[in-house]
């Protein structure tokens, strides 16, 4: 009848510093993720549109090998190929950060190339009649109105990100899955973790986006 | 750097068997196609149905797909998969719950299945949605004022547009799913991810296996994306650029 | 034909529509004009139920659309309908814009509809496009299209929201003239537009409409002759000054 007599959510009190630790990974590995990926992604989609075809080429090809592999099978590799180029052993953790970081890169690029685009080209020659030279025209005019345009989806993104940051799982990465996953083990209960930790992520997403839908609506009006 | 190259790993034989290394990943990648094809049926099938019904006037059913979308949207997919996998066999009827969990053949298969194609859903009805309210309003109106019902409306009206209209979306989504199918590894679905590490441990060629497991990814995302192509080229209404308005 | 009751509908808050009543006899042409934002549009799409209304009744060929009973897709069946923006359906070809709702709606089979089709894109002159796509006519030919489609339903009305507004002024008089035919048949016509021209030439009535209200409601010549509200005579002279 009550299946959930057979559930004791008692333990999940007892492991929430465990947890918080696991927490606090995740939200590290998607900030630096984010920062680092919008960075490296504006320059990679800087170097796209450049008229350097070299440049533009090498930049094009890794934002669509990126795109095409699953995120599991980049985090595989990086745990693998970094420790034979560096010749020492790297921890999950680290290896997770540097994954993350390069793969968001691509996908964050080709928010930022549609941000760019989405500017008039007249705000170039506008940058370019006052003098400014081509990295000052990027910085002052065209970058800061390509990444307002794009704020709502940029964060949508790193709502995605944050989400994917626990197949770290993959590698071992103590982030707030595999803290559960621990936790879940040593009490004996992992379903109750299981649901418990679900719900945090869900939580924790659905306001996101709820913030992410408010910012739009009010940048919509602004333009 | 220090790697010891091996091209000849393919075929030789695994440690624990008279199988090559070639024939675990040829049977990763079947694995790997049946999950995303099967959960890419679920995933059209019900994101189609709950994307309509996101538009309707009726408020109960409009709330009702919003809660579908909202509830498979905001959960990882790889922590959607283990409460499929070990919460909700503990949530049915005492007999079915037995069964589930000690008799139902290729359960991790299907779990998978069913995982991947509600979490594509929840993504696939948010694009049937756009597709339907990128339409003009006068559309809808036109379909009405010559005597079709709602439903009709919807059918042979506002659902044909839309979904023309969708498809390059529809093609990410679609490249989507086959990657996300690599997270069945979590639960033990032989698929390419679970093959690659599987051969990486037994073999010790890492960088061989990942980069054949790479090609071969690229290869099946490459045949959805120019079978997508195709289907938009065939699907393309004369006089209509791209499909915007 | 169609009894407009004290019609009066609201956004929210914001009211768009206050008490309007009129009629439209069997065989009659109506022309219903006024400024942008003044409700006409929304009051034509009352009458086959396409914009819900909160207060007063329509009836048409002594139906209710007001009444919740109401079958309303089997009424707007036999009412024609005409849109600003064509309305053609993309991804159809011209026959099949034409045929659609004949073996949907009406059910009949698709030889008869077919021959239908065929007949009314011969009577708009189009009978050469039949299998295009509508986004490879021009406006004026969709709009012509869109007239035989929606006469192909046979009905026993037809309501035009704005035929022409939309349309490059070379291509305006190619659907007129088509409209011009359907009058001079004897077709119940309500029109929504600014064609003054087409309004002295076939229109029995002429109503204005300001500010969600009909301001005035007469006989053709007496419109044109002496409007008697100010806004009326206000709005002739914007329009008829060119």
Known sequence: MSFFTQFDFSVIAPSLPFLWEGLKFTAKLTLIAMAGGIFLGTLLALARLSSITPLAMVATWYVNLMRSIPLLMVILWFFLVIPIFTGKPMGAETSAIITFTAFEA???????????????????????????????TMSYVVLPQAFRNMLPILLTQTIILFQDTSLVYAIGAKDLLKAAEIAGKNYGRPIEMYVFVALVYFVICFALSYLVKHLQARTAIVR | MNYHWNWGIFLQQVQSGDETYLDWLI????????VALAAWLIALVLGSLIGTLRTVPNRGLAMVATAHVELFRNIPLLVQL???????????????????????PAKEFFTAVICLGLFTSARVAEQVRAGIQSLSRGQKMAGLAIGFTL???YRYVLLPMAFRIIIPPLTSEFMNIIKNSSVAFAIGVLELTFQARQ?????????????????????????????MALIERRTRVPGYIGGAK | MIKIANISKWYGQFRVLTDCSTQITKGEVVVVCGPSGSGKSTLIKCVNGLEPFQQGDIIVNDISIGDPKTNLPQLRAHVGMVFQHFELFPHMTITQNLTIGQVKVLGRSKDEAHQRALQLLDRVGLNSQADKFPGQLS???????????ALAMDPICMLFDEPTSALDPEMINEVLDVMVGLANEGMTMMVVS???????????????????SIVEDA?????????RSERAQLFLSKILSH
């Open chain 1, 106 to 136: 691509a996908y964050f690029s080709e928010i930022m190339r549609a941000g760019i685009q989405s500017v008039p080209r007249g705000q170039v020659y506008a940058g370019q009649a006052l003098g400014m030279t081509y990295w000052q």
């Open chain 2, 151 to 153: 439903p009709q409306t």
């Open chain 2, 27 to 34: 049977s990763g990648l079947g694995w790997t196609v049946a």
């Open chain 2, 199 to 227: 051969m990486q441990e037994d073999s010790e060629q890492g960088i061989e296996t990942y980069l054949a497991v790479t090609l071969l990814y690229f290869i099946v995302a490459f045949s959805a994306n120019r079978g």
């Open chain 2, 82 to 104: 283990l409460l499929w996998f070990f919460v909700v066999p503990e949530l049915l009827p005492r007999d079915l719950s037995l069964w589930v969990k000690q008799d139902m």
């Open chain 3, 219 to 227: 006989a053709t010549e007496e419109f044109f002759g002496t409007p």
């Open chain 3, 139 to 149: 406006g004026g030919q969709q709009q012509r299209v869109a007239i035989a489609r």
């Open chain 3, 194 to 212: 600014h064609e003054m021209g087409f309004a002295r030439k076939v229109a029995n009535r002429v109503i204005f409409m300001d500010n969600g």
